[in-house]
Nanobody, 123 residues
């Protein structure tokens, strides 16, 4: 599975962005998908994840209520809608695929990673 994330950019605090992650391969619907982020000098951290069917989602406490993960298996794409952005959301955002239908919050359990897209939130 190859992943390509896009949609990042520069936005003011309080604004919104929608990230997309396009996946290659015909078995996309078999994979759980996750979004992670890494700020300069910090470790990669979990943001959100979604089960293969889209019926179950998980969020980090820091983004709960502001971010929404979703997927369209017909388009081989997973999305991250980010609202009410804060300067502390500034990071490179990565999408990842797990070779299992169940999602987790542990980045070590994901098998494939996209190249990342920069999100910068100005105050």
């Amino acid at each position: 599975v190859q992943l390509q994330a896009f949609g990042g950019g520069l936005v003011q605090a309080g604004g919104s962005l929608r990230l997309s992650c396009a996946a290659s391969g015909r078995t996309f619907s078999s994979y759980a998908m996750g979004w992670f982020r890494q700020a300069p000098g910090k470790e990669r951290e979990f943001v959100a994840a979604i089960r293969w069917s889209g019926g179950t989602t998980y969020y980090a406490d820091s983004v709960k209520g502001r971010f929404t993960i979703s997927r369209d298996n017909a388009k081989n794409t997973v999305y991250l809608q980010m609202n009410s952005l804060k300067p502390e959301d500034t990071a490179v955002y990565y999408c990842a695929a797990r070779g299992d239908r169940w999602a987790t919050m542990d980045p070590r359990e994901y098998d494939y990673w996209g190249q990342g897209t920069q999100v910068t939130v100005s105050s």
